[in-house]
């Protein structure tokens, strides 16, 4: 290392100083690298194959994969999907090929944000995939079987990595303070414990996170008059501010779909705590209140009517008087929607018919039911027979009003809570439905 590259190291921030070096180093995913585990024995024994490691930011994916290629004395060639193109992976394979040829020496190609690649840059990477040209370890925050091109991932071992937990993180951060060479050692430190739990806490998972808030603390406060440089509770608060949440399109997609569910399972506080963790993440509310107006008519429809009221006057509080005030109107139509009676009679009614019309041939509409509202019609036979309800006691009158094609079908059939019970009572009284 020369002194350009020594001095660029030193002032690396924290999180990148104290990147583990070894399998011994490397903290969290005991799933997949514990003792004994497939990824840790693969590393053990160099027959580790190209892999895909996807997971949350700060969890480790970038680390491991450089901890493996030191391990085996590979050659490591690292590129970033957002920069390098198919000249730069063409460059590596090149170089890769004379190195396994003349030397026999493998090559590592670490690959961050690989889900950017585009088909073009996933192609050019396949023949030196399955010849074994180059050993492929891809990181990424989104899932690979959504975000990448399947060519690709079918030739490799996938491994999810997870959140650390606050040990993890708080392992890490024992491991920087105490480090003299790459970390805060040489510092005289005091950190109250609230403080300490405060920052692990918030990073939510999240090691460098953590680590870059602790090296923000310590570089930030004055040493006292006996050289002591002291982070208490405040001061901790200050330099995390605010708990890292990381919302990819599957994490998204997952913790509405956790919304979605506990509204239709009727839990209050579920759907509150999934509804603020979702806002919290700068998800948009306006899709908060898309799927309440959704809901309301899928899970609860006419069992209780005033749930659609409540969903619609929430979002449109929200479009009024905007976040954060906004948050208490949506709050309410899901504690509305979550505590009514629930109903599923309106959406079977709806896929029911909708299955109709794409299926069954159409007949042409009854000429009582034809339209009469153009002059000449009735020289067609057009509202011949029809009967006017409001010419009959109760406003009501029997006929047929049924497409022909699918007449005597049922779509909607009435629930038997709330509202609805009443509706019900009303289709078996005329004969619509059975007892």
């Given at each position: 290392m020369d002194l350009f590259s020594a001095q660029a190291s030193r002032r690396a921030p924290l999180a990148d100083r104290m990147r583990p070096r070894t399998l011994d180093e490397f903290i969290g995913q005991e799933h997949i690298v514990g003792k004994g585990r497939l990824l840790r024995r693969a590393i053990e024994t160099d027959t580790l194959t190209?892999?895909?490691?996807?997971?949350?930011?700060?969890?480790?994916?970038?680390?491991?994969?450089?901890?493996?290629?030191?391990?085996?004395?590979?050659?490591?060639?690292?590129?970033?999907a957002v920069t390098a193109g198919v000249k730069e992976v063409r460059a590596v394979i090149e170089q890769a090929e004379k190195d396994l040829k003349l030397y026999g020496t493998p090559t590592y190609l670490l690959l961050d944000e690989c889900h950017r690649w585009s088909k073009t840059q996933s192609d050019s990477i396949l023949p030196a995939l399955e010849s074994g040209i180059v050993r492929f370890i891809g990181s990424t925050t989104e899932n690979p079987m959504v975000s990448m091109t399947g060519a690709v991932v079918s030739r490799c071992r996938l491994f999810q990595f997870y959140p650390l937990t606050i040990q993890d993180v708080e392992k890490a951060m024992r491991a920087a303070l105490a480090d003299k060479e790459r970390g805060l050692g040489t510092l005289n430190i005091k950190i109250d414990d609230d403080a300490f739990e405060h920052i692990a806490a918030t990073a939510n998972g999240d090691a460098r996170s953590a680590l870059n808030a602790l090296e923000l603390a310590a570089l930030t406060t004055a040493p006292d008059e006996e050289g002591c440089i002291h982070i208490d509770a405040a001061v901790a608060a200050e330099s995390v501010q605010k708990k890292v949440v990381n919302v990819d399109d599957e994490q998204f997609y997952n913790m509405l779909s956790a919304f979605c569910k506990s509204l239709r399972g009727g839990d209050s506080d579920a759907a509150i705590a999934w509804f603020a963790r979702l806002v919290y993440a700068g998800v948009d509310p306006r899709v908060i209140c898309r799927r309440l107006i959704a809901h309301a008519s899928e899970d609860v429809g006419l069992a209780n009517p005033q749930a659609m009221t409540q969903a619609v006057a929430a979002a449109q509080a929200l479009e009024l008087i905007g976040m954060p005030e906004a948050r208490l109107s949506i709050t309410q139509a899901i504690i509305f929607i979550c505590e009514s009676p629930k109903s599923n009679s309106v959406v079977m009614a709806m896929d029911a018919a909708f299955a109709d019309a794409e299926r069954i041939p159409d007949q042409p509409v009854p000429m009582h039911l034809r339209d009469t509202a153009y002059k000449g019609a009735d020289k067609l036979g057009n509202g011949k027979g029809y009967k006017y309800p409001h010419d009959y006691p109760g406003h009501v009158v029997q006929q047929e009003y049924m497409p022909p094609s699918v007449k005597g079908r049922r779509y909607y059939v009435p629930g038997e809570l709330g509202n609805e019970g009443k509706i019900r009572q009303n289709h078996i009284r005329n004969g619509k439905i059975e007892e």
């Open positions: 190209s892999s895909i490691f996807f997971g949350p930011p700060g969890c480790g994916k970038t680390t491991l994969a450089s901890v493996i290629a030191a391990h085996t004395g590979a050659k490591i060639a690292k590129l970033n």
